[in-house]
Nanobody, 115 residues
Framework: QVELVESGGGLVQPGGSLRLSCVAS????????MGWYRQAPGKERELVAE???????NYADSVKGRFTISRDNAKNTVYLQMNSLKPEDTAVYYC?????????WGQGTQVTVSS
C-alpha cells in the first residue's frame, strides 16, 4: 500500500510561483515512476511532470521551462516548483506513484492562478 499526501496549493497571481509537495509513505521502494498530473474543470487529467522508471524527468510541453520536478529521497518527498504561472495552469494537481503496475493517487491540491 502507498499513501500520498500533497500540499502547497493555493491562489497566486499570474507570473507568480508555488511549490507543491508530495510525501509518500508505505511500500515505496523508490521515488521513480512518480510525479504530478493535473485536472482542470471540464478537462481530462493530464501529465504535468514525472520521474520515469529510469529516474529521468518528463514534462508536458505546456510547462517546460516553467516547472521543475525534484525529490528528496531521505524525506520520501517529490516537489513541483511552478514558476511564471498562467491562468491556464489553474487545476487540481494530483501526485501519483506507480508500483508493481498499480497507480496510487493523492487527494489533490487546488492551484488557482488569477488576478
Amino acid at each position: 500500500q502507498v499513501e500520498l499526501v500533497e500540499s502547497g496549493g493555493g491562489l497566486v497571481q499570474p507570473g507568480g510561483s508555488l511549490r507543491l509537495s508530495c510525501v509518500a509513505s508505505g511500500s515505496i521502494f523508490s521515488l521513480n515512476t512518480m510525479g504530478w498530473y493535473r485536472q482542470a474543470p471540464g478537462k481530462e487529467r493530464e501529465l504535468v511532470a514525472e520521474f520515469t522508471n529510469f529516474g529521468r524527468t518528463n514534462y508536458a510541453d505546456s510547462v517546460k521551462g516553467r516547472f521543475t520536478i525534484s525529490r528528496d529521497n531521505a524525506k520520501n518527498t517529490v516537489y513541483l516548483q511552478m514558476n511564471s504561472l498562467k491562468p491556464e495552469d489553474t487545476a487540481v494537481y494530483y501526485c501519483y506513484k506507480e508500483r508493481s503496475g498499480i497507480r496510487y493517487w493523492g487527494q489533490g491540491t487546488q492551484v488557482t492562478v488569477s488576478s
